[in-house]
C-alpha cells in the first residue's frame, strides 16, 4: 500500500523464511529488486533478477532467461533512458532466451513487441507479432488481439503516426489495474508534445490509490517526477517543478553512477528555482 519500508521488511524476512523453496525465493528476489529499480540501483537489481532466474531455470522454468533479458531492456528504456542498450538487451533476451523451448502460449512475444515499439522500431514489433501469429491459433489471436492496442499505439507513433497512437490507446479495454492507463497515456501523450495532457495523467498515475504496484513504480515512479519537473517547469509552474525535481531526487539520491547526471541537474535546477523565489 505505498509503504516501502514495510514492504521490504516483509519480503526479506519471507526470502529468509523460505530459503529453501526456490521458487519463493526467487518471487522475493524479484520484489525487492524492483524496489532497488525504483531508486535507480540497476547494478543491485540486476543482479538480484540473475539470481532469480537462475533458481527460476533450476526448477525447470523456461522462460526464466528470456524474462531477465526482457526486464533488462525495459530498465535500460525506461529508467537510464538509454534506446540503443534496450534494444541490445531486447536482441540479446530473444537469442539467448530461445524462445522455442518456451510453451506456445507462455511465449512473451507481446512484452517483446512492445518494448521493440516503445525504442522506436515498428519493424522488429511487427516481427515479433508475426512470429506470434504463425504459432497460435486463430481463436487465440482473436481473444489476444483485444487487449493490443497499446501496443499497438506504441508501433503507431514509431511509425510516426500519432492520432492514430491516441485512437488505438482509447480502444484498450479498461483492467483490473487502476494505474496502468494513466501512465499509459502519460506516455503516449508525452511522446506525442501533448504536454498539458501528459502532465494531467502523469498525476493521475502518481495520485491513484491501489495496491503498491512494484512493477509500475520500479521503471516509472521517480522518471514520473523527473518529467513532471520538466513539463510543469517549460509550462512557467516552476514552484511545482521544483517540488517534483525534489521528489525525483530523493527517489535516486543513491542511484547508480551512470544516472547521477540526471539527479544532480534536477538538483541544481530545483535549488535554482529555489533561490529565484526567495
Known amino acids: 500500500r505505498g509503504n516501502e519500508a514495510a514492504a521490504r521488511t516483509k519480503f526479506e524476512a519471507l526470502a529468509e523464511e523460505y530459503a529453501s523453496q526456490p521458487r519463493v525465493s526467487a518471487w522475493m528476489l524479484r520484489l525487492i529488486a524492483r524496489l532497488e529499480l525504483v531508486h535507480g540501483r540497476l547494478a543491485v537489481a540486476d543482479s538480484m ?32 533512458a538509454d534506446t540503443v542498450g534496450a534494444l541490445q538487451e531486447l536482441k540479446i533476451a530473444i537469442q539467448d532466451g530461445d524462445p522455442e523451448r518456451i510453451p506456445l502460449l507462455d ?3 507481446i512484452w517483446a513487441a512492445t518494448i521493440a515499439a516503445q525504442i522506436g522500431d515498428a519493424d522488429l514489433a511487427r516481427e515479433f507479432l508475426a512470429r506470434r501469429d504463425t504459432e497460435v491459433s486463430e481463436r487465440y489471436l482473436e481473444i489476444e488481439r483485444r487487449y493490443e492496442h497499446d501496443l499497438q499505439a506504441w508501433i503507431a507513433l514509431a511509425e510516426g503516426d500519432e492520432q492514430r497512437a491516441i485512437t488505438e490507446l482509447r480502444r484498450q479495454p479498461v483492467d483490473g489495474c487502476r494505474r496502468c492507463r494513466p501512465a499509459a497515456f502519460a506516455r503516449v501523450f508525452d511522446a506525442t508534445g501533448m504536454a498539458d495532457s501528459a502532465i494531467a495523467r502523469f498525476e493521475q498515475y502518481l495520485s491513484t490509490e491501489g495496491n503498491f504496484n512494484l512493477w ?34 530523493e527517489l535516486w539520491a543513491d542511484a547508480d553512477a551512470e544516472l547521477q547526471p540526471r539527479v544532480n541537474a534536477a538538483r541544481a535546477r530545483m535549488e535554482e528555482i529555489v533561490r529565484e523565489r526567495g
Open 49 to 80: 533478477l540473475a539470481e532469480a532466474a537462475e533458481l527460476e531455470e533450476r526448477r525447470g522454468r523456461e522462460d526464466a532467461r528470456l524474462s531477465l533479458g526482457l526486464n533488462r531492456a525495459v530498465a535500460r528504456l525506461w529508467i537510464a
Open 107 to 109: 511465449r512473451p512475444w
Open 216 to 249: 509500475l513504480d520500479a521503471f516509472g515512479r521517480a522518471t514520473t517526477h523527473e518529467r513532471l519537473g520538466r513539463l510543469y517547469d517549460e509550462r512557467g509552474d516552476v514552484e511545482i517543478a521544483a517540488l517534483h525535481y525534489a521528489q525525483f531526487v
